[in-house]
């Protein structure tokens, strides 16, 4: 079974620019998750998709952090314009009801 | 809400030497306490966890973790470690009973020194 998959796993853009992200999900889990490691610091909760539903998004720090996850499947997390402190490496997780979270390996963006 | 305390950012030790990797939380309602471990360009791999019943949770690679209430902790161990548990290990937690937001510590890189 393939497991979380995440796209690109490295991005090094300009600051100003747009950059997106993909994760693919555990086929059938409904609960999809985005965090983010900003060097050096913990790992910190975006938001939380149930199906195609932003359940919490509590987590992402400002709108220029957009969020979607069409069809209930894949998800994206589009970033425009990025800044200097977007980067970070970018993880996405996927669980089905009240079971433990899988992760991806991350997208790590540089932002320059 | 809650929060973890991993007071070591850096643990070296010498392979085949037993270590400890300390987490504390800090809870108003009850958690589930998770092991994370981050090898090399790779993912976040579930290493154990606690959900309920034995406080004593063993889980892959020979680690174990110990989950104390009244201490709130819940610390990782292997008695004797090998170059290959070189990683980043993230002490996490989610409150019981509700939807998976895991809150992480910062992590403890655990160098294998041969």
């Known amino acids: 079974e393939a497991g979380v998959t995440q796209f690109p796993s490295h991005s090094v853009i300009e600051k100003g620019q747009t950059v997106t992200l993909r994760c693919d999900p555990i086929s059938g889990h409904d609960n999809l998750y985005w965090y983010r490691r900003v060097m050096g610091k913990e790992i910190k909760f975006l938001l939380h998709f149930v199906k195609e539903s932003k359940q919490d998004e509590s987590g992402m720090p400002n709108n220029r952090f957009l969020a979607e996850r069409t069809g209930g499947t894949y998800s994206t997390l589009k970033v425009q314009p990025a800044e200097l402190e977007d980067s970070g490496v970018y993880f996405c997780?996927?669980?089905?009801?009240?079971?433990?979270?899988?992760f991806g390996q991350g997208t790590r963006l540089t932002v320059v | 809400a809650q929060s973890v305390t991993q007071l070591d950012s850096q643990v070296p030790v010498f392979e085949e030497a037993p270590v400890e990797l300390r987490c504390n939380y800090s809870s108003s309602v009850s958690v589930y306490l998770f092991w994370y471990v981050q090898y090399p360009n790779q993912g976040l791999q579930l290493l154990l966890k606690?959900?309920?019943?034995?406080?004593l949770v063993k889980g892959i690679n020979g680690f174990e973790a110990e989950f104390n209430k009244s201490q709130t902790s819940f610390h990782l161990r292997k008695p004797s470690v090998h170059i290959s548990d070189t990683a980043e290990y993230f002490c996490a937690v989610i409150a019981s009973g509700g939807y998976q937001k895991v809150t992480f510590g910062t992590g403890t890189k655990l160098q294998v020194i041969p």
């Open positions: 997780a996927s669980s089905q009801q009240y079971t433990e979270a899988f």
């Open positions: 606690y959900l309920s019943g034995s406080t």
